[in-house]
């Protein structure tokens, strides 16, 4: 929709919504080129605010691929970091000076003495001192030309938390629990993220001529949304660039999906209503007014902006029937589809009435958290239903949980040569077990984790009753590091996905559709599907083949864009309880445990539940609890 169209918009900073991360990337890429070319053919050095993170990657990258091919030089520029943690040494994996070198200035043309970034080795009584003199340096070099942001969950710029004054400058600060657990992933655990930082304060970002701000994915939406439309509070400190005359925020469309013009348009402007539009209005009124589709009125419609989608369906009760059989059509116990049944208002087809179905697994746990209640209907309604883990998933099994199988297998190994030296054999990877858990983890315990996990994968299959040759183990390449950094995709990724798809020639594939994760391993496999299923295109197979998307991580799609809706039984739900289970490794206790303390069966369980509590209270049939699917279209 055209921003120009809008009467009022509630945003009060300037913002550009883009389809994709790499395409504003890109754009924030051109606006640094030609600030950095404006002020070099005027002889000037040109000073650049950074941030590290994981929004700015595809900036930075963009940057270097416009040096090595457009010839942008980086000769007079000088940079000055936001933020590094405290205490770190330099050369640590998490380090925002590694970062900056990893990611930007190792792959350009930068002086050394140009680039500046908080100093986070130094005594704790020379902080004082240190942060005094990165802020006069920042003025020395003429003040900041144009600084690059990205925002935390807690509606951090830099560092500068909750409770940060709007004229605070570089300085030692605390950091928020919000953000530590949002670092845990990168240092491996919450308890080894620092629990300081040294940060530009909002004074110092405040100064610079020109702002920038990104955002990617639904995870920063409504921080986003509190930023552009709440009043300016010390609670949200990234609200204080409401202040600044020139700031942009450039945002993908999952950070901008709580904006309201964009949830609910409807509120702000005269709408275009097509098919998405009216059934997500619907819906939003059946909440707001808490009542079932079927009861709304043409009073409800009017009270909240929807008159014209009134006189588009000539009453409200035509456009409530219309929409609650939209809605009913989506439920169904088939997920295979309904042998011998009219199909034409089901999700799926009947025919061919034993399908064989493919369901890929980013991590080897995500099939039956996310679909396990749907997994074990196939199962039973007598389906070929095959499961492919795609990675192997190993960096999330605890040492101590490597250790204890480690001992096993040496012991055992032992016991059965009778005490023999051939135990030994194990030493190594015991050996290794000792290394430093902030760095790389080693090949050999990576092996021993990943078979863990296989372990629990083949269990749980083995629990809904598919024959072991029908779990397909991929290990992609791109996510074998060692680290939370991962590679990007290549042809062996996209090659092992195409030769098992060819294997099983699907009539259905499922796969986690989390394309609204940056830079998450979820995107990465479905990317790696979608690639797969592009080559695979022109094979006859193909024309039959169906995918259906899960949403992998913890949230659900909202009812709106469900296409399909398993419900579940109180006794399915407890078979996917248990299936669950079998994942011992990632349960009580995790490696990568996140800012909620549930186990990941409580978590589905809750999911599922409250989608079918959303159903019901739109006026459809109370079910226990509901998996959800949208149909991914070519
Ligand atoms: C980084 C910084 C932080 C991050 C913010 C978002 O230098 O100052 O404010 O920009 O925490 O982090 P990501 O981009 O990883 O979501």
Not at 48 to 71: C, D, F, M, Q
Not at 357 to 384: A, K
């Amino acid at each position: 929709m055209n921003k120009e169209n809008f009467k009022e918009l509630p945003e009060r900073i300037d913002t550009r919504v883009f389809r994709s991360s790499n395409i504003a990337s890109k754009a924030i890429a051109d606006r640094i080129a030609q600030v950095i070319r404006e002020k070099a053919r005027k002889n000037r050095k040109c000073v650049l605010g950074l941030a590290t993170g994981s929004s700015p990657k595809g900036v930075y990258k963009e940057l270097i691929r416009l040096h090595n091919e457009e010839g942008l030089s980086f000769k007079n520029v000088v940079t000055f970091n936001l933020d590094e943690y405290y205490p770190m040494k330099d050369g640590t994996l998490q380090s925002y000076w590694r970062f900056m070198h990893e990611q930007f200035f190792d792959h350009i043309d930068i002086s050394p003495e140009n680039i500046h970034i908080p100093n986070g080795t130094l005594g704790i009584d020379e902080a004082r001192a240190y942060c005094d003199s990165y802020e006069t340096a920042i003025q020395e070099a003429g003040g900041l030309d144009l600084q690059i942001l990205g925002i935390g969950r807690t509606g951090h710029i830099g560092f500068n938390e909750p409770g940060s004054g709007a004229n605070s400058l570089t300085r030692l600060i605390t950091l928020d629990n919000l953000t530590r657990i949002d670092a845990a992933k990168d240092f491996f655990g919450l308890e080894h993220v620092p629990k300081k930082a040294i940060t530009m304060g909002v004074g110092t970002i405040l100064n610079a001529k020109e702002i920038i701000l990104m955002a990617w994915g639904e995870g920063k939406a409504s921080i986003i949304r509190e930023t552009l439309e709440d009043h300016i509070t010390d609670q949200v400190p990234a609200t204080y660039l409401q202040t600044h005359a020139n700031c942009t925020f450039y945002l993908d469309e999952e950070a901008a999906s709580e904006l309201t013009r964009i949830k609910t348009p409807w509120l702000v402007d005269r709408c275009e209503w097509d098919a998405t539009l009216s059934k997500r209005a619907v819906v939003w009124l059946c909440q707001k007014t808490s009542k079932p589709i079927l009861k709304l009125t043409d009073r409800d419609y009017n009270d909240y902006g929807m008159g014209d989608l009134v006189s588009k369906h000539g009453s409200a009760y035509e456009l409530n029937i219309h929409l609650f059989n939209q809605i009913q059509n989506t439920i169904t116990g088939w997920p295979g589809g309904k042998p011998n049944a009219d199909d034409s208002r089901r999700p799926e087809r009947a025919k061919p009435e034993k399908k064989r179905v493919l369901i890929f697994s980013p991590h080897p746990d995500d099939d039956v958290i996310s679909m396990g209640g749907t997994f074990l209907r196939l199962v039973d309604q007598g389906h070929e239903v095959h499961v492919a883990y795609q990675t192997s998933g190993n960096i999330a099994v605890a040492d101590h949980e490597a250790l204890r199988f480690a001992e096993f297998a040496r012991d055992y190994h032992s016991y059965l040569s009778n005490g023999s030296a051939q135990g030994e054999l194990y030493d190594k990877a015991l050996e290794q077990l000792t290394y430093d858990s902030d760095d790389v983890t080693p090949l050999e315990i990576r092996k021993i984790k990943g078979l863990i996990r296989r372990g629990e994968a083949i269990g749980a299959c083995r629990y809904f009753g598919i024959p072991d040759q029908q779990v397909h183990y991929l290990d992609l390449p791109f996510y074998e590091t060692g680290k939370v950094e991962k590679n990007p995709l290549g042809h062996d990724d996209i090659k092992i996905m195409t030769d098992i798809i060819r294997e099983v020639k699907p009539h259905q594939v499922y796969a986690a559709g989390d394309l609204a994760d940056p830079h998450g391993t979820h995107e990465v496999c479905l990317r790696a599907l979608l690639k797969a299923l592009e080559e695979l295109k022109s094979e006859s197979f193909m024309n039959d083949g169906w995918v259906w998307l899960y949403r992998g991580a913890w949230h659900e799609y909202s009812i709106d864009e469900i296409e399909m809706a398993i419900p579940l039984s109180p006794d399915e739900l407890m078979k996917k309880r248990i299936a669950i289970w079998r994942h011992q490794s990632q349960k009580d206790g995790v490696v990568f445990q996140g800012q909620d303390s549930r186990e990941f069966w409580q978590r589905a369980e809750d999911r599922n539940k409250e989608t079918a509590e959303l159903y019901n209270q739109l006026g459809f049939a109370e079910y226990e609890a509901i998996e959800a699917f949208r149909r991914y279209k070519f």
